[in-house]
């Protein structure tokens, strides 16, 4: 039930993402969390909807409380704070001013290796990009990207359903 509720949230965040989509395929981030806002307290909303709503809300406030207190550079030139909170794997979140040497050395190895994904995931996009505006620059012709994948790099509609969850 849970899967078919995570559906409906999506489906209603992809409604009034359609509904504010101007002529050049842009919308606003914020105006689109109000609509969705408005949505989500609607008399007609399924109580079960509401409820998973509500979790995902919870969800979204933890992760930013603790994106809030990751470590960053001080003016002091050092990382601590004893109210920042050192992320240690498995939803284990730990005060960084009661942190022992086995916390940070398994802080240590996560952040290496985080770094390495984002690294990755970076030359993938530069990569993509590097060769769509190749593509752009040869199909002078070509306006939008979703021309440009169908007609030069052969995206077809069935591809849809592969992305699709």
Known sequence: MTFIADIRLQHIVEQSAVALTDSAGRFNKRRLTDAVREKLTAEDL???IRAIALDKLAQSLVTGFGEHRNP??????????PQDIIKLGNGIWIWMDRATDSDL??????SRRNRARVDLADNEIQDYADERLDAFRSNTDV???GDLERAVFGWT???LNLFTT
């Open 46 to 48: 399924d109580p079960y």
């Open 72 to 81: 960053r550079r001080r003016q002091t030139g050092g990382l601590f704070h």
């Open 105 to 110: 050395l398994e802080w240590r190895r996560l």
């Open 143 to 145: 306006l939008y990207l």
């Open 157 to 159: 509609e069935e591809q």
